[in-house]
């Protein structure tokens, strides 16, 4: 049986939560039971996940099945590695300077210069 571009986009889920939770494929692998190529297979699109493996692998990125279905319809842009590590510190700040530090990227993005739209087309 072919691979779909929902197993894709379940297999680039599983990364992306993986990269948030600071873990490494051997570190899930082993949380599930499984060889780290296993999990690299996964994340690859290399191989199927079963439901059933889905579920011990939520259970393990600690959040719920349907998180892998959620968006699943429509690919997002993919989370890079240092945009999952600025994700894991930002969750790791108390709530103030949470609130803080996202005032500052909003200026910063604001203040960035305004690409004119017909140069997006291109």
């Known amino acids: 049986m072919p691979i779909s571009k929902l197993d ?71 989370l890079s590695r240092d945009a999952a590590e600025v994700a894991r510190n930002f969750m790791a700040l108390p709530a103030g300077q949470q609130e803080r530090l996202l005032d500052l990227v909003r200026a910063m993005a604001a203040a960035l210069p305004k690409v004119p739209e017909t140069s997006l087309a291109a």
């Open 8 to 78: 894709i986009e379940i297999g680039r889920r599983i990364r992306e939560r993986r990269w948030l939770l600071g873990l490494s494929q051997e570190k899930l692998a082993r949380r599930v039971g499984l060889k780290f190529q296993q999990i690299q297979k996964y994340e690859t699109g290399g191989a199927k996940v079963s439901a059933g493996r889905l579920s011990s692998i939520a259970q393990a990125l600690e959040v719920p099945a349907a998180y892998f279905y959620d968006q699943a319809a429509t690919p997002t842009e993919t």
